[in-house]
Nanobody
Framework: QVQLVESGGGLVQAGGSLRLSCAAS????????MGWFRQAPGKEREFVAA????????YYADSVKGRFTISRDNSKNTVYLRMNSLKPEDTARYYC?????????????????WGQGTQVTVSS
């Protein structure tokens, strides 16, 4: 089994920054892509960013490209999401997920383990 625990969420003003962390425990996740998704109230869960198992291939949603940065440290079994220039529309619960393979996916069905999420609220 794999457990994913997110941290780093909070309340921030528009234009501010946060860094989310996702710590994986249980079976090693270093051979799998990792992703971040978010879900706002009344909306579907949407893709934010993903990193291949080595971190050499990165994917971003158009809405966060240039503002968010995903990275991973396989020695610590941790993946990060640095979020800069935050906007009120970034307000959501952010989830970390482990992909079914090494190359990542934009789709939720491409992931088989999920964390409980961390809330990010951006005030205007």
């Amino acid at each position: 089994q794999v457990q994913l625990v997110e941290s780093g969420g909070g309340l921030v003003q528009a234009g501010g920054s946060l860094r989310l962390s996702c710590a994986a425990s249980g079976r090693s996740s270093s051979s799998y892509a990792m992703g971040w998704f978010r879900q706002a109230p009344g909306k579907e869960r949407e893709f934010v960013a993903a990193a291949s198992w080595s971190g050499s291939t990165i994917y971003y949603a158009d809405s966060v490209k240039g503002r968010f940065t995903i990275s991973r440290d396989n020695s610590k079994n941790t993946v990060y999401l640095r979020m800069n220039s935050l906007k009120p529309e970034d307000t959501a619960r952010y989830y970390c997920a482990r992909a079914k393979g090494g190359s990542g996916s934009y789709l939720t069905v491409g992931y088989d383990y999920w964390g409980q999420g961390t809330q990010v609220t951006v005030s205007s």
